[in-house]
């Protein structure tokens, strides 16, 4: 399977080159710009849209959604609603990220009715993907306190019980569909470093799945590659976080399929 999944996320990777795909991100405030950036590094088009007046009119001409909790306000998450249940009846794929969904009353019950609306994918941290699970995590506000490991039987519970692919971040990312796993290295430990990098993740899984809709578990693997590798390159000419994240647009930007596929390590289940 290895092989073969390889080869798709490939194939993937150098269509998102040429798609350029329309990608509504409803996301924080800290980490708007970046993931902006990133998604047009990467090869997408980002609209920011997030106000319940016209979040769900865009989801319906937007080639994907994301949804993004971290920095919550009443009328955002009236945005997000009504974007999520306008991508349904639209047929379009979405991606939740549960930002500290466990850290307060109000965070947990956005994200339960959230997840009554069936995302495509759901992406966290080991973390929030446990407490997700009906489990008891050790993380603290937006930072994971569990290895990935600890997460993997969680994730495929979660992926079965919503019928989604859910991918779990962290040093060795895993990605199950609750049938199939996948583990995906490389990065660096800088990326902990720089603020709104799981983020901008999330936004580029909406970018990939909305390349290939009928494809969510390959895509979203595809991202999280994508990711990886740009990572572990921009860590070679990295002084410090802030170097890294110069370094890490500018590897989105420049990498290309060749260097991509030599540099793919994902393993299967």
């Not at 800290?30 to 590094?41: C, D, H, I, T």
């Not at 930072?143 to 962290?170: F, H, I, K, M, Y």
Request: hydrophobic share 45%.
């Amino acid at each position: 399977m290895t092989n073969d999944i390889s080869q798709t996320i490939t194939d993937l990777f150098e269509r998102m080159r040429t798609t350029n795909p329309l990608v509504q991100c409803i996301t924080n405030y800290v980490a708007m710009n970046y993931a902006a950036n990133v998604l047009l590094a990467a090869g997408a088009s980002p609209a920011m849209v997030h106000t319940p007046e016209e979040s769900g009119e865009f989801a319906a001409i937007a080639g994907a959604l994301t949804v993004n909790i971290g920095t919550l306000s009443p009328n955002w998450v009236d945005g997000m609603i009504a974007a999520a249940k306008s991508a349904n009846n639209a047929g379009k794929p979405w991606v939740l990220d549960p930002v500290a969904h466990f850290a307060t009353g109000y965070r947990r019950d956005t994200v339960a009715e959230l997840l009554t609306l069936k995302p495509t994918v759901i992406r966290g941290n080991a973390s929030e993907i446990i407490a997700l699970g009906g489990g008891q995590s050790a993380g603290q506000g937006v930072d994971s306190g569990d290895p990935v490991e600890q997460a993997e039987e969680a994730a495929r519970t979660l992926a079965n019980a919503q019928n989604a692919v859910v991918a779990v971040t962290g040093e060795v990312d895993f990605v199950t569909d609750g049938k199939r796993s996948v583990r995906i290295a490389g990065g660096s430990e800088l990326m902990a470093k720089v603020t709104a990098t799981g983020c901008s993740l999330t936004a580029l899984v909406g970018a990939y799945v909305a390349i290939a809709p009928d494809q969510v578990f390959e895509a979203t693997v595809a991202a999280l590659a994508n990711f990886s590798v740009a990572g572990e390159f921009a860590a070679k000419s990295a002084n410090g976080p802030a170097s890294f994240m110069t370094a890490f647009v500018d590897g989105l930007h420049n990498l290309d399929g060749t260097t991509f596929a030599k540099n793919l390590r994902i393993s299967s289940q």
